[in-house]
């Protein structure tokens, strides 16, 4: 709460549209504590009427009789980390939920009121065949929640599975198969991938994500959280909390953070506008890059014209640069060429000239 006081300032009198709590397991609070923090956020800044406020809640540690009172608090989505719904795999993963739990919360969460849920489903689990990835997919959506994320499973450093990897993690081959018949029949079944890893059903798209990848804004509180902030003169900046909860803690009792604000470079700016926006296959205006950047659009034009001819972007008529097919399918590649040692030199242009840069920050809320 204290911190959350002190990232008021940064705001600048700008509205939070979204509020996300998570990247722990913020289930083991009381529903009680939650709303003592989104109350704290309604008293120093300015929260939207029709907010969205997100939370995670781990199957193995939320109590499905309180749920209600995560609701009452405020929150109006929930993120239920299920993983897979394959004992074996959940004990691999080193999860404290088994498959009953998950279906065990989700009904909690539904009885509670909650009728905006997300679920996680990770693919590509070590032992996993193409089966049993799609009876975890059909599990998930018979569930019947609003939004699932799936996405594949990656060996985080500092983990076990990155100092020892899985001899039977499926590879690359396997993996791919899972990820478009997975894909298939979230489509099927109705819901919209509208990013790389994430479908909705219609109008049940995450706000808070898609802020991350329209290069929006976002306050970060809590040990290990990173924020991005725009200034009025165009500058965009990035920031972190420190990682561990200790030092957090001891430097919030100061009411001192030593986030090293970084101001970042109109090449960083570009690659990292490029990094996000390409994650969403309807992509973005032209106008966008320069209203969300600051930055002519030339600065990329190259890139963007040699992408389309080699048949990864496509430029319609509203001027409008999304991903093909066969970029999405190699998407890393495609966002690897915006980074500053790729681009070619800015004469190669096959772009008309950017709008006026003086619309940037212009109604940009966090």
Known sequence: MKDIELEAVRAQGRTVQTIFIGGGTPSLFSGGEIGEIIECVKSWMSLAHDAEITMEANPGTVEYGDLGGYLEAGVNRLSIGAQSFDAESLDRLGRIH????????????????????????????????????????????????????????????????????????????????????????????????????????????CRHNLN???????????????????????????????????????????????????????????????LNILRLPQGFPESAFTERTGLDIDLVAGTLALAQNDGLLHFDKQQVWRPTKLGMQFLDDVQARFLPSSRPDPGINALKSAPDSASFLSGRTI
């Open 98 to 205: 088994g498959p009953q739990e998950i279906v065990d919360a989700f009904s909690g969460a539904v009885d509670a009121g909650f009728d905006n849920i997300n679920i996680d489903i990770m693919f590509a689990l070590p032992g996993q065949t193409l089966a049993m990835a799609m009876n975890d997919v059909a599990a998930a959506i018979a569930l019947g929640p609003q939004h699932i994320s799936y996405y594949q499973l990656t060996l985080e450093r500092n983990t076990v599975f990155y100092s020892k990897p899985p001899a039977d993690i499926p590879d690359d081959d396997l993996a791919w198969s899972i990820q478009l018949a997975g894909q298939g029949a979230l489509q099927q079944a109705g819901f919209v991938h509208y990013e790389v890893s994430a479908f909705g059903l219609p109008g049940r798209e």
């Open 212 to 274: 991350y990848w329209q290069f929006g804004d976002y306050l970060a509180v809590g040990a290990g959280a990173h924020g991005k902030l725009s200034d009025a003169d165009g500058s965009i900046s990035r920031y972190q909390k420190p990682a561990h909860p200790r030092t957090y803690i001891e430097q919030g009792a100061k009411a001192k953070f030593d986030d090293q604000m970084r101001q970042l470079a109109a090449d960083d700016i570009a690659f990292e506008y490029m």
